[in-house]
């Protein structure tokens, strides 16, 4: 049998990961009264110009990200207490691998690209609300599956008791 890894490396390099990126945002800041604060509302919140930044941090060297990623709907979980706030920008930072063939990428802003389209921002939207989908429609059958399973197991135990 394999032996768990008990490792914190992982951990401890994301986390010093999240604090140099934070100070890197923060210089690079053109608000000379930018406020910047780790692990408050997420991983890393900037406050400048009076728009709040929220960026959740993932240092994921070599681990590919999709529009599947745990790490993506978890983002999104953390996100949804905020949407309805005035000037909140949501930023997903990772180092892992965006699939090319992915719907992601079309999510990637680099300084100076244009906005979305509106087609692309459907497109976007249908492909999430999709695997959102996918996602409750596999645990209300593992949910089916693990109550038949608990009712026929209790079934048993009083057939032969």
């Known amino acids: ?7 914190a490396v992982s951990s401890v390099i994301g986390y010093y990961y999240q604090g140099c990126y934070a100070l890197i ?10 406020l910047i604060s780790v692990e ?7 406050e400048a110009n009076s728009i709040i930044s929220l960026k959740q941090v993932k240092h994921k060297t070599g681990r590919r990200i999709s529009l ?7 983002t999104i979980a953390i996100w949804c207490q905020y949407v309805n706030e005035d000037n909140i920008y949501f930023h997903f ?11 992601l990428t079309k999510l ?6 244009e906005d979305l389209s509106e087609e692309t921002v459907e497109e976007i ?9 996918r996602i409750k429609s596999e645990r209300n059958k593992n949910e ?7 009712f026929t197991g209790y079934l048993a135990t009083l057939l032969t008791a």
């Open 68 to 74: 599947k990623s745990d790490d993506i709907w978890q």
């Open 40 to 46: 408050t509302r997420d991983d890393i919140e900037l």
């Open 125 to 133: 939207a249908a492909a999430f609300l999709n695997e959102a989908k």
């Open 25 to 34: 945002v923060l210089l690079d800041s053109d608000d000379d009264r930018a």
């Open 108 to 113: 990637v802003r680099l300084p100076d690209t």
């Open 1 to 7: 049998m394999k032996a768990k890894d008990h490792s």
């Open 144 to 150: 089916r599956q693990e109550k038949g399973y608990l």
């Open 93 to 103: 930072v990772t180092t892992g691998i965006i699939d090319p063939d992915d719907l």
